[in-house]
């Protein structure tokens, strides 16, 4: 048994937070957002702070004389080719070669993919966490030691060293054939290690291997099937950390989220019973979608909620998976084919008319009876109404971090008279397509900026200042938008929540009541990883 | 699930059981060394991975991502370019920020998978350097090492192409250098200039170590020329040459000092001010140093380097000797860490037992045996015959339990077993636990640290 480090004389004196194995909030404080921001303060005067400030100063200073003459050429008053859009189309830039008027954009080439910036809003969870999700399932990554330290460093944040373990790989492995021998023993040795220590076997672990062993061809079916005969009691489930698999026919994160559900052994089917299917939050109980089924005597599954192993297996009885978003859409498909459970496409939707098509479909197919739309539609204008009361003019930003579909909810916004200035997205998810399509018509003017461009490191994040200095505000919907806009005003929506629906378009519309009232800490909150992860 | 495991009676044997983690993390990786290291430099610094190497380092290594600009990037490698080749295309998007941001330098360098892909990353550099005139480095890296490969590359590079001698006069024209002096030998000096190398927040953090690293050459009335690399610029940086000595307070510095010396003839003092007595013996090192141009370690008395090399992990039979002796010693004590920091906390430790400095703790220390474990590749020769040099979390679990005290980072408080004699004291490094502790990383750079640990261990 590990030594329990408070019963130890200096752990005593030590502070709660040193205790790393399981429950409790994550360890990321606000002391230190708060040191690192006293830091940057001291070092803005250093030799090296006005030095850099001097080299950015400069190359604004030649961006904007760029710019300048970018805009005329668009404008047809410097010769006759204009400048090329991101859509291909001869245009002006806005802030930078990173941000667009959306009348200017092509939907299905948002901005080019090229070299990227990771932006410092840390709250989606990634497939370190996600797998946390199966009750009892213990996590075993396989890496050179670049990637493992995210993983691993995940877990550690979320107190959760106890259910996650790391064989790294180093280069030799690369070259002298124990690549899978490596796995086996190792993967052999930690459960042996987790059985001495907690006297049980865990009922699952997940061996994740790197886009490393892809490349390097290891033989995955002998290393799982080597493990499973040697623990034929434990789910052995496999898993994948390919991040190169970004642009890929399946993104990586869709074979993580089909991965949560690999253990689910067939059971019999139980026709009320319906599983919710590939979001690290659960649907909103009070969502028609939750409240339609268990009104007409379904229930309803979600993995967010699960607390044992066997109600995750109980998701195996389902009938029927309901997904909505991208992300379930590959688990959907597997689990239809190993389990024969049908499913249905219900992604999060903003517009009246799409909730409406979304919940006809599923009375549909399940029978559960239709809510009183009507009803539904006027509570939420109702909401609307009032949150544009108190917000009223204040320019609104977005991204499509926060919301799966924001330029459907960049219109609803707009419709019911809101000032959207700017939504950032570096891509636009074919649902969402339409509304881009509607809203480059009805306001072309309206700015589209990318996330993860290179521009977007350099870019001023005082937009809030200058509001404030104007006497305006900035109130952000989501983590990226709060942090470019450099706001405190913001809704924390990542993956919208699980917010859906009519329920979903009250909930913000007091979110942002909430959030225009109440300022937050931005640097605080935007920087723990996996919002609301525990062990 | 009926079957009945293998292991169920018995536990199966696992030859190739290796470099398994179960309670602890490891260390920050060598590519987040390099952009550690060159950070506040106005460099470019494009990695070319798929994406999770810069974000593992924006969040878990990098106190200073969130409030101040760099130009730190990753080339979004995929499948396909790991795949087909996409080297023209990773030059291409390097040339295109070169030539929108204009930066002081560009860094090339690689991930796991482009060591499998054969990425010429020297090439590269070379074609870079080529089309804009711009200073590029190619570094060796492969995300397979700790943050020591990275930061000693990354600081020897900039001391091999940018220190020049013309920079180190232009530092001496500008009216920087003082007519203030300083004795050694009954003959008058001017003030003794110096460079402060190795200082990244994967070491010291951003809580103030820093600072009182500066201190320290304020307190001896010294002339800091450049501090490597927090807080000052590639330009101050370049007037290195400018020193008489070096100062190395980590193990990624010394590289650097290397360079340092071959061009500028700088000899080096290794070693952290981190109690009364090794801040005065550090700066009366410095000056001797100054004097007769020999290196310096401060925990070796006579001044002499130790000649003891070891990159190479233990055996079984070199951890089981430490363990006994450290079972069979009252107060032994074991130090895990990087190699400068561990080593100049032992020397503390052990003048302290040694009674040099029971005024201080006003106390009776008792002798103590004091191993330092090195979790990183290469101890530079810095350590003793008897220490160990590993990361595995096996080994330094029987040794941590073995001892009576357990000096590190907290997150291998997790692998101390609950009937062991050991107390641990938590000494949190960002190159460790990341930013988590960041609040309780203490001012160990400075010279009253010393005493509060002796205080801790022998009056605990």
């Known amino acids: 048994m590990l030594k329990n480090l408070h019963e130890n004389k200096i752990m005593r004196q030590a502070p709660e937070h040193y205790r790393m194995e399981g429950g409790g909030e994550q360890m990321f404080s606000s002391e230190s957002a708060q040191i690192a921001r006293k830091y940057a303060e001291r070092w803005k005067t250093s030799d090296a702070g006005r030095a850099w400030k001097s080299q950015q100063a400069a190359c604004t200073s030649r961006l904007k004389k760029e710019k300048e003459e970018t805009a005329d050429c668009a404008a047809g008053n410097v010769g006759n080719s204009g400048n090329t859009g991101a859509g291909g189309k001869s245009a002006a830039y806005l802030e930078d070669k990173a941000e667009w008027r959306i009348s200017d954009l092509d939907s299905e080439h948002l901005f080019p993919v090229g070299i990227e910036y990771t932006p410092p809003a840390r709250g989606t969870w990634t497939i370190a966490h996600t797998p946390m999700l199966v009750p009892g399932l213990h996590e075993v990554y396989v890496c050179p030691d670049g990637c493992l330290r995210g993983v691993v460093m995940s877990a550690e944040e979320f107190r959760g060293l106890d259910r996650f373990h790391v064989i790294e790989v180093r280069e030799p492995d690369l070259y002298n054939g124990t690549l899978e021998t490596k796995i086996i023993d190792g993967v052999t040795s930690v459960i042996q290690q987790i059985r001495r220590e907690k006297g049980a076997f865990p009922s699952a672990v997940m061996v994740t291997t790197s886009c490393i062993h892809d490349l390097m061809g290891l033989d995955r079916n002998m290393v799982y099937r080597e493990l499973s005969e040697r623990f034929p009691s434990i789910d052995i489930v496999q898993g994948w950390m390919n991040c190169t698999m970004r642009m890929s026919t399946l993104h990586y994160e869709q074979v993580q989220w089909r991965q949560n559900y690999a253990a689910l052994h067939p059971r019999e089917k139980d026709p009320k019973s319906v599983n919710i299917i590939g979001s690290s939050f659960p649907l909103d109980r009070d969502s028609e979608i939750v409240q339609m089924l268990e009104k007409s005597g379904f229930t309803v599954r979600d993995l967010p909620l699960c607390r044992t192993y066997e109600e995750y297996q109980n998701m195996a009885s389902s009938s029927l998976n309901i997904w909505n978003w991208v992300m379930g859409m590959e688990a959907c498909r597997d689990l239809k084919e190993r389990l024969g459970q049908k499913q249905l496409h219900m992604p999060y939707p903003w517009t009246y008319g799409e909730i409406r098509r979304q919940l006809t479909g599923l009375h549909e197919l399940t029978g559960a009876e239709l809510p009183d739309f009507d009803a539904l539609e006027q509570k939420a204008e109702e909401k609307l109404s009032q949150a544009h009361e108190v917000i009223g003019d204040t320019e609104i930003q977005l991204d499509g971090v926060a919301a799966m579909l924001p330029f459907q909810l960049a219109e609803l916004l707009l419709r019911h008279g809101f000032h959207v200035g700017k939504i950032y997205a570096d891509a636009v998810m074919p649902e969402d397509r339409d509304a881009f399509s509607r809203l480059a018509e009805s306001h072309p003017d309206l700015s589209v900026s990318a996330m993860i461009n290179f521009r977007l490191r350099t870019r001023k994040c005082d937009g809030e200042a200058d509001a404030e200095a104007g006497g305006r505000r900035i109130l952000a919907v989501g983590q990226r938008s709060a942090y470019f806009s450099g706001t405190s005003y913001f809704v924390d929506l990542i993956q919208n929540n699980g917010w859906y629906g009519y329920t979903g378009i009250c909930r913000l519309a007091d979110a942002m009541i909430d959030a225009y009232r109440k300022p937050k800490d931005a640097p605080e909150m935007i920087q723990i990883k996996a919002r609301g992860c525990t062990a | ?460």
């Not at chain 2, 699930?1 to 696992?14: D, L, Y």
């Not at chain 2, 988590?436 to 205080?455: E, H, M, Q, S, Y």
Request: charged share 25%; net charge negative; with cysteine.
């Open chain 2, 1 to 460: 699930m009926t079957g009945q495991n293998t292991a169920a009676q018995g536990e199966i044997s696992t030859p190739d059981a290796r470099d398994i983690r179960v309670h602890t993390v490891n260390y920050a990786a060598d590519v987040s060394g390099v952009c550690s290291a060159l950070y506040e430099l106005g460099g470019l610094i494009v990695m070319h991975d798929a994406s999770g190497c810069n974000s593992t380092f924006a969040t878990h290594d990098e106190p200073r991502w969130y409030d101040i600009d760099s130009m730190i990037y990753i080339s979004g490698l995929t499948e396909y370019d790991a795949v087909l080749g996409g080297d023209e295309k990773y030059i291409d998007d390097v040339l295109e920020i070169a030539q929108e941001r204009h930066p002081k330098f560009i860094c090339v360098f690689g991930s796991p998978v482009a060591l499998v892909m054969g990425t010429d990353f020297r090439g590269i550099a070379h074609i870079i350097e080529k089309r804009t005139g711009i200073p590029t480095f190619s570094f060796e890296t492969s995300g397979m090492y700790t943050y020591l490969q990275g930061a000693r590359q990354a600081f020897a590079a900039i001391a091999d192409r940018f220190c020049t001698k013309e920079k180190a006069e232009e530092y001496s024209d500008s009216g920087n250098t003082s007519a203030a002096e300083y004795t050694i030998s009954e003959k008058p000096r001017r003030r003794l200039k110096i460079n402060i190398l190795g200082v990244t927040p994967l070491d010291f953090s951003v809580a103030g170590n820093d600072e009182a690293l500066r201190a320290f050459a304020d307190r001896h009335n010294m002339e800091l020329v450049s501090f490597w690399a927090m807080g000052d610029s590639l330009e101050r940086l370049s007037m290195a040459g400018a020193a008489d000595v070096n100062l190395v307070v980590s193990s990624v510095g010394i590289d650097a000092a290397e360079v340092l010396k071959e061009k500028f003839g700088q000899p080096y003092v290794t070693g952290l001010p981190m109690s009364g007595e090794e801040d005065e013996t550090l700066a009366e090192m410095l000056k001797a140093a100054e004097e007769d141009g020999k290196d310096r370690v401060l925990w070796e008395d006579d001044g002499a380097c130790a000649e003891i090399y070891r990159a190479d992990p233990p055996d079984e039979q070199e951890i089981s000797d430490a363990e006994k002796s450290l079972a069979s010693e009252e107060n032994s004590i074991v130090i895990l860490g990087e190699t400068v920091q561990a080593a100049s906390i032992r020397r503390l430790l052990e003048h302290a037992a040694a009674g040099a400095a029971a005024s201080e703790t006003q106390g009776e220390p008792a002798q103590s045996h004091v191993h330092v474990i090195c979790p990183l590749e290469d101890s530079f020769g810095l350590l003793r015959e008897d220490d160990v040099m590993t990361d595995d979390e096996a080994a330094v679990t029987r040794l941590a339990n073995a001892a009576r005290w357990f000096i590190a980072d907290p997150v291998w408080g997790n692998i101390l077993k609950k009937d062991s004699r050991t107390e641990f004291i938590p000494l949190p490094s960002e190159a460790c636990s990341g930013r988590i502790f960041r609040a309780d990383i203490p001012l160990f750079a400075a010279p009253d640290w010393g005493k509060t640990l002796v205080g801790r261990i022998w009056k605990g």
